[in-house]
């Protein structure tokens, strides 16, 4: 497995010209988490309007952003890896192409 995954990143706030198709490092998989193959992501309006710097807010409403950001958080794919530390049911979190998840 690499250690680079094909993400869409957002580098600073703006419209959709600010998405950047790009390398960018595989998450790894910590104990309690998953590792998903991501086939399909979507994207929701929460994700619009911090792509947009969440401006409709109030600045002190507003939620800090550490870039680069991967939107997206509805996915579906395929388990790769996990990190067993208890088995039951798989929580998605979030990426583009790959992503790391606690096992809840």
Known sequence: MSDKMKAV????????????YEDAPRPGVKPGE??????????NP????LRDGYRALPPEWRPNASFPLILG??????IEAVALT??????VTRSTQWFAS???
């Open 86 to 91: 208890s088995l039951s049911s798989a929580s």
């Open 73 to 78: 958080t509805d996915v579906s794919g395929v």
């Open 46 to 49: 929460p994700d619009w309007y």
């Open 102 to 104: 606690p096992i809840t």
């Open 9 to 20: 990143r957002l580098h600073a706030f703006g419209g959709p010209e600010m998405l950047v």
């Open 34 to 43: 998953v590792l998903v193959r991501v086939q399909a992501a979507g994207l």
